[in-house]
Structure formats: C-alpha cells, structure tokens
C-alpha cells in the first residue's frame, strides 16, 4: 500500500496527537515546528509541509501554492475564508487539488445553539431571569402573555448547508414553516426555496430569519439597511454565520426603532465586540463570544471526521463535505 506524508498544524492536545498519529498509521504525521495557538491564528510557512501532500489544518497560502506533492487540503474549521477566492479555487483546480473543510463537525452544535436562541426569545428568558416579578403583579402578567410558542411560526434560513440540515430537523416537530435562500436551489430540500432575488417575499413575513452565511466577496454586509427594512416588524435576526455578513451600524439602528424585535448573535465584527461597543447597551441584542459550534471532546470529533475522510480517500470514495 502506498504510504502517505500528511502535515497537520492543528493545535491537538497530546492526546488527539496520539489519536492522529495511531489512527493514520501507517501513514506519517508531520507537526511543524512551532505549533499554532489556534485554528484562528495566522498560519505560517515550515519546511515540513514541502514533504506532504495531504493537509490536514490551516497551511499558509504561499506553502500551499509552492508544494509540488499536495493532492488534498482538509481544512481543520467549517468556514474556510482565506481559501474562499477565485486565485486559489483555480490554482486548485488546475493542479487537482481535492479541498474538504470540517462542517459536519460543528453543524449539530451549531443548530443546538441557534435554536437555543429562539426557543429563549419565545419564552423571553432574558427578562424572565432577571425578573423578581411577585405573582399576579403587572410584570408577571406581561411576562406570561408575551411568551409564545414556535409552533407555526415562520422561519428563513439564509445559506443552506450542513448546519442547516441539522437544524431543520429541531423545528420540524414545531411544525414551523421553513423557507430556505439558496443562490441555486436544487429541489430536493423538502420545502421552499428561493434565490437573493426572491428573498424580500420571504423575509416581509419571516418571524425569525437565521443568518448562516459565511465571509466571502459575495456575503459582505449582506444584511444591510435595505434588507432589514423588508424584513417583516418585531421580526427576530439570529447570526451565527459571520459577523462580516451584517452592517452592524444598520442593524443598531433597526434594534433601536423598534423595527427588529430583538438580535442574537453569536458572531460579530470585530470578535470579541468592545464592551463600549453599542451592540452591547441595546437590551434586545443578546451576544454570545463565537462559540456555537463548542461541544465536548471537540478536537477529538475533528480529529476522527479527518480520519473518515482519510479511509474514504484511501478507498478512492467521495469525501465529505468537500468544498473544492
């Protein structure tokens, strides 16, 4: 069997190194030099990525572009900006370079997270945890009425991909009518779709609109003034796409008037948000630091979806989540 050099500059405890190493064997692991704090963090050159050609974390543009060896990039994170340009999708492309990223290993936590969001919107349990309200008071009274429940609402997913797939089936037993943006609809989503252009239908009569877009040239400040104004009022906005998709100075704005009834988001821009920032005085915005696709045994789950990827690849079988 051919053995094969795989370069990960993932930041693994000496654990998930282990089960790197022993679940890979026996092809070899190569660690570069100095180990990158995290999956945020600038990526640097090193030598030893000359020697790979399958990838496994966040290698530096200029690495990847010299190496003469590299077949596959899997990328250690679900979004994957830095490689999202039309250079490096032709330099991919014409060298035959298969590129995986790691949705299917954040999607459900994702879901569970934004779905949180809403189901504490319905019940208002920002108020309600910090209400004293005796019973029977005015307080208590308004607290209980204006609950309300999922069960029929309408909701607009905007991008469709693995988290979405996860969180559809939360809100399906809320028999929720869901509409999903797409910018090619396929028609096999189980229900609605619509393009960028068929979107302010949707959004005039969307009770909440989930933001999971990721950051490329196309979703710049996506939801901006003019969209916010076609979404229906007291709607409610969720982000857990990236902060760089909303005009944060449009969105201030829409909490403020009243327009939106309420933001929750867990990404933003700059990440952390300043704690002068307004975003933070507005008390229907609720923000949480980016850690919705957080779960137990993280790394671990990340390590063993690369190590799935490596047998199908190894098998000559389509690979998961493959982005390039």
Not at 172 to 198: L, N, W, Y
Not at 265 to 294: F, K, Q, W, Y
């Amino acid at each position: 069997m051919e053995t094969h050099r795989i370069f990960s500059d993932s930041p693994l405890s000496a654990d998930h190194a282990r089960l790197l190493v022993d679940g890979a064997a026996p092809h070899e692991i190569l660690f570069p030099k100095k180990a990158v704090a995290s999956v945020l963090a600038k990526p640097e050159p090193d030598p030893a990525f000359a020697l790979a050609d399958i990838a496994f974390g966040q290698p530096d543009l200029d690495s990847i572009r010299s190496s003469g060896k590299l077949k596959w990039l899997h990328i250690s994170t679900a979004g994957f900006t830095r490689y999202d340009t039309p250079e490096f999708r032709a330099l991919v492309a014409e060298r035959g370079i298969v590129v995986t990223n790691s949705s299917s290993v954040y999607a459900r936590a994702c879901a569970d997270h934004v779905f949180a969001f809403m189901l504490a919107q319905s019940r208002l349990l920002p108020e309600a945890l910090a209400s004293q309200a005796a019973n029977g008071s005015e307080e208590w009274f308004r607290l209980r009425s204006n609950s309300v429940s999922l069960r029929g609402q309408h909701v607009v997913i905007l991008g469709f991909g693995g988290i979405a797939t996860e969180l559809v089936k939360l809100l399906v037993p809320f028999e929720m009518k869901i509409t999903a943006m797409r910018r090619q609809p396929r028609g096999d989503e189980g229900f609605p779709t619509v393009t960028t252009e068929e979107l302010p239908a949707a959004l005039a009569t969307a009770d909440h609109v989930i933001n999971i877009l990721p950051d490329n040239a196309a979703s710049q400040h996506f939801i901006n003034a003019e969209r916010l104004a076609q979404m229906k009022p007291g709607v409610i906005f969720h982000n857990i796409g990236r902060g760089t998709t909303v005009d944060q100075d449009a969105l201030l704005e829409s909490l403020r008037s009243g327009h939106l009834g309420a933001a929750w988001l867990d990404v933003t821009e700059p990440e952390p948000l300043p704690a002068d920032h307004p975003l933070r005085s507005v008390p229907n915005c609720h923000i949480t630091p980016h850690i919705a696709g957080g779960h137990g045994d993280e790394s671990g789950t990340l390590v063993r979806h690369f190590l799935t990827n490596l047998n199908l690849y190894l098998a000559g079988e389509p690979l998961r989540d493959r982005i390039m």
